[in-house]
């Protein structure tokens, strides 16, 4: 799996929109690139994933430049319950069998009241 | 969306003992399972990958002697740590997939194991 970089920690005001952005340079054409968040002492939970083009739903956006190196997961109002560590993953669609998501170091988000 | 629901929570065990881990997914076929463990302040790493009827693969440096997993049915997987030791104290995590290669993978709420 091709490998991903994000800043360690980032703050974020409550009410604002926090933008988390990751590098996966070394992209390939037939891997996704998926968003995970892990609250403290839980389990991830998914947000959000795309392939090429720009994608939203309930809880995010992801923004994937024109080259693919490069995304931005966007939370529109950032909350408290927002704080967390963000994951930035790159996984290959293989169509047939689950593929595995091996975790980077992630973004610690901090949202301050 | 999906449920995967791990059992226990929390364990605190004896060293030497051996403790076993439910994953289960509650209401969709999981054909393939993931093990993670994670320590304090640390990311997620993946021991192995179980797959429905057959043997688990495990990660580069992670004892398939030391940690069985088996995923008997669609929608039960194990993590047995045999005679555990303090140095296994850590966060285990499960995820669960149907199998089709291009969706989301869901996790379980985590165990944390604590060998005295």
């Known amino acids: 799996d091709a490998k991903t970089t994000q800043p360690p920690s980032m703050d974020c005001a409550e009410g604002r929109a926090a933008n988390l952005p990751c590098n996966h340079s070394?992209?390939?054409?037939?891997?996704?690139v998926y968003w995970y968040r892990q609250i403290h002492s839980q389990g991830p939970q998914y947000i959000i994933h795309?392939?090429?083009n720009n994608e939203t739903n309930e809880m995010a956006s992801l923004i994937i430049t024109e080259d693919r190196k490069s995304s931005t997961l966007i939370l529109p109002h950032a909350t408290l319950r927002d704080t967390a560590v963000y994951y930035c993953?790159?996984?290959?669609?293989?169509?047939?069998?689950?593929?595995?998501?091996?975790f980077g170091s992630g973004t610690r988000l901090s949202i301050r009241p | 969306g999906a449920v995967v629901s791990q059992h226990p929570s929390r364990v605190i065990c004896k060293s030497g003992t051996s403790v076993k881990i439910e994953c289960r997914s509650l209401?969709?076929?999981?054909?393939?399972m993931f093990w993670y463990r994670q320590f304090p302040k640390q990311s997620l790493m993946l021991m192995a990958t179980?797959?429905?009827?057959?043997?688990?693969?495990?990660e580069q440096g992670v004892e398939k002697d030391k940690f069985l997993i088996n995923h008997a049915s669609l929608t039960l997987s194990t993590l047995t740590v045999t005679s555990a030791h303090p140095e296994d104290s850590s966060f285990y995590i499960c995820?669960?997939?149907?199998?089709?290669?291009?969706?989301?993978?869901?996790f379980g709420s985590g165990t944390q194991l604590s060998v005295l």
């Open positions: 995820s669960a997939s149907v199998g089709r290669g291009d969706e989301k993978l869901f």
């Open positions: 070394t992209i390939s054409g037939n891997e996704y």
């Open positions: 795309g392939l090429k």
């Open positions: 993953i790159v996984r290959v669609k293989t169509g047939s069998s689950a593929s595995k998501i091996i």
């Open positions: 209401d969709f076929q999981a054909t393939t």
């Open positions: 179980s797959n429905e009827g057959s043997k688990a693969t495990y």
